[in-house]
């Protein structure tokens, strides 16, 4: 075999290996280019405090996910917690309503995704607090996050990231 023939040989493989490569990637990854929450059919209500910073950087969060999002400024948030039945200690600075469910607090997409995905029978999921480094709240995370389910006041981990 000479030269040339080794040369062409070569860029072959590497073609076809630089290919099997992106399709992989595209493959593996598809879930993560074109996740659950990408979908506009989805319509947040998100009640918050009209001065509240962080809660105006989640409202930003979400429509980037392309979500539609309709902010409802409350003086007071207790209606809203006391309907949906959120224990003090599972409460946050803001609460989500999308479809039959409520989303508490500065919750990942990750959280959001597998909710809607899911459609599990629980009336919410909540990330109490406002940790560091969530949606809407400045630095880096520096703990996992622990997600929780909510059912008739009840609680328990949904999911940590």
Known sequence: ?????????SVILVVLLISSVYIFNFVTNKQDTFPVAKSSKYTFEVFKTPTCGCCDGYVSFLEGEQFKVKKTNMTSLDSIKKKHNIPGEMQSCHTSVVGKYF????????????LLK???DIDGIALPGMPIGTPGMPGNKEAPYV???????????FMTI
Not at 103 to 114: F, S
Not at 147 to 157: K, N, P
């Open 147 to 157: 997600i929780y389910q909510l059912i008739d006041g009840e609680y328990s981990v």
């Open 1 to 9: 075999m000479n030269l040339k023939s080794k040369f062409s040989i």
């Open 118 to 120: 899911e459609q599990p």
């Open 103 to 114: 989303i508490e607090g500065h919750v990942p997409i990750e959280a959001i995704n597998k």
